[in-house]
């Protein structure tokens, strides 16, 4: 347990410090109430003399007043302590995840679902943080309160502290056995949360597509399933989680029934004066009080701790290491030598020793079938993650030794999925470049061919696009992420044909809008339709990971190779009609 605490303050950051300071608040507010308590001892033997001594009734009373004053005032201060804290560290530790998520391989995230990524950045750093402050206050109670009680008992009477100290821990061990049970449960519990969580997103997303293929029955089944399960992991960890409560409740009645039944069979032995024993019934209670209340926790405590690890477990991936973080870029050509490449999830290589040299300000055409490679060269280029063997360099620097601020700054990609922010388009431009004046973003958006439908939106450039951009079409996306190339002007372009699943009209815009993007840049373009890169410098030519040719549309052509053949065959697509 005290190891799960310095786990969580640890996980606090910079707000570690003021955890601590509630927690000595709360420390100090628990010996004062157990002092209070204590207090009841010589309040009710005043009581029960005779004559009975006024003078010490009410000094006692006065001075238990005057610390109960005390703890409320320490506690309140503890409490608003504890819950600012909690919420600012809660912040803190998004922060941190968010720059954890920034500086780790994008192979790594790809592995991760959707859904366990939102319940760790919501849920887990929820729970982790924001329970740390009320788990902490009832962890010192159950803790210093009663050794507070149990160190006046022993003045009081020893064989009732004696028998205090030997009752209570009796639950420790069902209570430990029970709680590993639950911890087990409540991992099954995140993963579940983290699976339906998937499934709602999957759904809500591909609502357009179910509803065209009429499969909304089908995918809304497997939503059922996920929530269904989810329900049955929640209610058996729940029920496995009260079996401590129910433990230490039984333990601590069957304590206050056997202290009680001893200080009536000392009080009849004449050992013990009543004025005694009443107080002892009355420290009894609230000894075991919170001692019950702890039980009623350990499911909180238990979230805590799953959460804990789950952040951990992110926060532990190793981002991409930089050799020489002060290396900088000064060339652009892009070079890979003897370059093999699997992903983490397969076995088989992606690449396989290919080498090739992309001279600056060149545009090359990268040309093969799904899944040779295409898509991993301009990933590798960008450091989506490390090569297994072989080198990809940069100006003859080796991007490995490139901080990865310093590597994008000198790159901009289009594809064609594009993910714009729910935000006005100016800010979808200007992520770009944060700094960037007004002005700079309506230029960048007049190259990029946006301005005439920009003006045409209701609120022109303060428009919202809705979530993922969805109040705009296709092509009006690509022109919009094609200004961000354009605003940011990085010296290398990575281009994943963007201009193929777009109508005509579209196509004609978004196509101009990349002439002057990729104006003396180095370049470097998936091709889906070769006839849109018969000018390249350089066509590579891609089978199984393998450059199987590579030259310019000339040369490829009179080869008679692969690429011939992928001519040919588009060629003879661009004749195909739908049969009447």
Known sequence: MIKSFQRAIQASGSYAPDYKSSLILSVFASVIQGIVFALLVPLLKALTQNPIDTNRVWTLIVLMVFLVIVEFLVRWRELEYGWVTAIDAASEMRSRLGEQLRRIPLEQLNNRRDGDLNVILSGNVSDAMLSIGEISKIVIQTMVVPTVIVFITFFIDWRLAVAMLVIFPLAIPFYRQQRTVSLKELHQVAVSDADTASRIIEYAQGLPVLRATNQIGEKSQRLRQAISQQRQTQARANRLATMPAILLSTVVQVGIITILALGVLFLLQGTIDLASVFALVIIATRFSEPIAIFGSITAVFDLMEVALERIEGLMAIQPLPTANPTATIKKFDISFENVTFAYADQNEPVLRNISFHLPE????????????????????????????????????????????????????????????????????????????????????????????????????????????????????????????????????????????????????????????????????????????????????????????????????????????????????????????
Request: aromatic share 4%; proline share 2%; net charge negative.
């Open 361 to 580: 300000r060149s545009l090359t055409a990268l040309v093969g079938s799904s899944g040779s490679g295409k898509t991993t060269i301009t990933r590798l280029i960008s450091r989506y993650a490390d090569v297994q063997q072989g080198s990809v360099c940069i100006g003859g620097t080796n991007i490995k030794d490139v901080d990865a601020t310093e590597l994008m700054r000198h790159i901009s990609v289009v594809f064609q999925d594009v993910y714009l922010f729910d935000d006005t388009i100016r800010n979808n431009i200007r992520i770009a470049k944060p700094k960037a004046t007004d002005a700079e973003v309506e230029a960048a958006a007049k190259a990029a061919n946006c301005y005439e439908f920009i003006l045409r939106l209701p609120k022109g450039y303060d428009t919202q696009v809705g979530e993922i951009g969805g109040a705009l079409s296709g092509g009006e996306r690509q022109r919009i992420s094609i200004a961000r190339a354009i605003l940011k002007d990085a010296p290398i372009v990575l281009l994943d044909e963007p201009t193929s699943a777009l109508d005509t009209e579209s196509e004609v815009a978004v196509q101009t809008a990349i002439d002057k993007l990729v104006e003396n840049k180095t370049v470097v373009i998936i091709a889906h339709r070769l006839s849109t890169v018969t000018g390249a410098d350089n066509i590579l030519v891609l089978e199984e990971g393998l450059i199987v040719e590579s030259g310019n549309h000339e040369e490829l052509i009179t080869n008679k190779g692969r690429y011939a053949n992928l001519w040919s065959v588009q060629q003879q697509s661009r004749k195909w009609r739908i049969a009447a």
